[in-house]
Structure formats: structure tokens, C-alpha cells
């Protein structure tokens, strides 16, 4: 049975719903969301970029398309234990300041604090580059040619403070080759990553309703 809207309003294109997208790499994930977002009928619009990383390759993507960036690495030079809060208070700063209503991570490469997703759950969203619960964490590609299977994918999920184990959206399946390596299974995946992410946000602003797991 399907639960309360995913968000608390409907998005229109002249009323669009307003995401910050945060990513550490190559940003092309994000370039495929903002090039879909062109659509002029589209519900939503980047308004904020985030990276952790001063030299992601993403950040030419945001800058090319005129998006605000901002950058907000670890402070290091600061106690282990205090390092992601502080971080994360800065990356809370701008999203308040430009009143987010949905985080969209793409390649985000760092795992979020309990007090963090509580803030703003379920309101952040993460596309993982396996068919969860299947390999989840940091290298599932690996894990996957290592696990022998012949099917991997990509699924959309709600972050909640697990990793890689909030409520499924949707999901698509790609199959793996006997002859696969990393790179090239990364490529398969990655197409259909570019195809089901901006999908799922599309049905997320248009009133997705969802049972949120407990």
C-alpha cells in the first residue's frame, strides 16, 4: 500500500521543485540530470551544486551550465571526530539558504551522518550501481564480477541512516558478460543510471507516494 507523497508538494514547470545535487567526481550523472531538466515541461531544476572535492571533474558540468557550485572539502586540519559535522553544517548552510527540497546525491563518495539524513529524511535520495540489497557499499562493481552473477543494475533509493539500505524506488537490470571487467560493466550500468535517476526524480515531483520501510 502506497504511503504520503515522498516530498510535501507537487512540482510544475513554472513552480519547479528546487534540488541541490552532490557529487565528488566526474559529475556526469548530474550533467545527464541537468541536460534532462532542459525539457521545458520538466517538474524540477537544479539550483545548487555541492562537491567535497576541489578537482571533480563535475565541477565543469555546473559551471558549463550556469549552476551555482559550491565547494565544501573536509577541514582536516580539525579533530577526526568533529571533521564531518563541521563539514556537513557547511553543506546544511547552503541548503538552507537555497531553501532545497530535495538532495539528489550522484557519486556523493562520503557516507552522511545519522543527524544529518534525520534532518532532511526522506528528502535525500542516492542511485547505487547494483540491484539492492545486493552489493551494497563503496566498490559493488567489483563485488559484483567477484560474486559470479550474471545480472547486476542500478537501484534509486531514500538514504536513511543505513548504507545503501533505504526504501527502494525503482530499479533496472543490465546484464553482466563472462568477459567483463570493471570499467566495462561501469560503462553498461552507467547508461542506464543516466536513464533511471532523472525518471525517478520525474515521478518523485509529480507525487510519488511511498511506504517508507520501517
Not at 25 to 48: P, W
Not at 63 to 90: A, F
Not at 99 to 123: A, C, H, N, Q, W
Not at 145 to 167: E, I, K, N, W
Request: charge should be negative; proline fraction near 6%; hydrophobic fraction near 35%.
Amino acid at each position: 500500500m502506497a504511503g504520503p507523497p515522498l516530498i510535501p508538494r507537487i512540482g510544475t514547470s513554472a513552480s519547479p521543485i528546487r534540488i541541490a545535487v552532490l557529487f565528488s567526481g566526474s559529475g556526469t550523472g548530474m550533467n545527464a540530470l541537468l541536460r534532462h531538466q532542459d525539457n521545458e515541461d520538466c517538474t524540477h531544476k537544479t539550483v545548487l551544486s555541492i562537491t567535497n572535492k576541489a578537482d571533480a571533474g563535475g565541477i565543469a558540468f555546473a559551471n558549463q551550465q550556469g549552476i551555482p557550485l559550491e565547494i565544501e572539502p573536509v577541514d582536516l586540519t580539525l579533530p577526526k571526530e568533529e571533521r564531518r559535522v563541521e563539514q556537513e553544517h557547511r553543506i546544511m548552510q547552503h541548503l538552507e539558504k537555497y531553501d532545497i527540497e530535495l538532495v539528489i546525491l550522484s557519486g556523493y563518495m562520503r557516507i552522511l551522518s545519522t543527524d544529518f539524513v534525520s534532518k532532511y529524511y526522506p528528502k535525500i535520495i542516492n542511485i547505487h550501481p547494483s540491484l539492492l540489497p545486493a552489493f551494497p557499499g563503496a566498490d559493488a562493481h567489483s563485488d559484483v564480477l567477484s560474486g559470479g552473477v550474471r545480472v547486476s543494475g542500478c537501484t534509486v533509493h531514500v538514504v536513511d541512516s543505513g548504507v545503501d539500505s533505504g526504501t527502494i524506488l525503482g530499479q533496472c537490470r543490465v546484464p553482466v558478460f563472462i568477459d567483463d571487467s570493471r570499467s566495462t560493466l561501469a560503462k553498461r550500468v552507467q547508461v542506464e543510471e543516466h536513464r533511471l535517476y532523472p525518471s525517478i526524480i520525474d515521478s518523485i515531483c509529480s507525487g510519488l507516494q511511498v511506504d517508507l520501510d520501517d
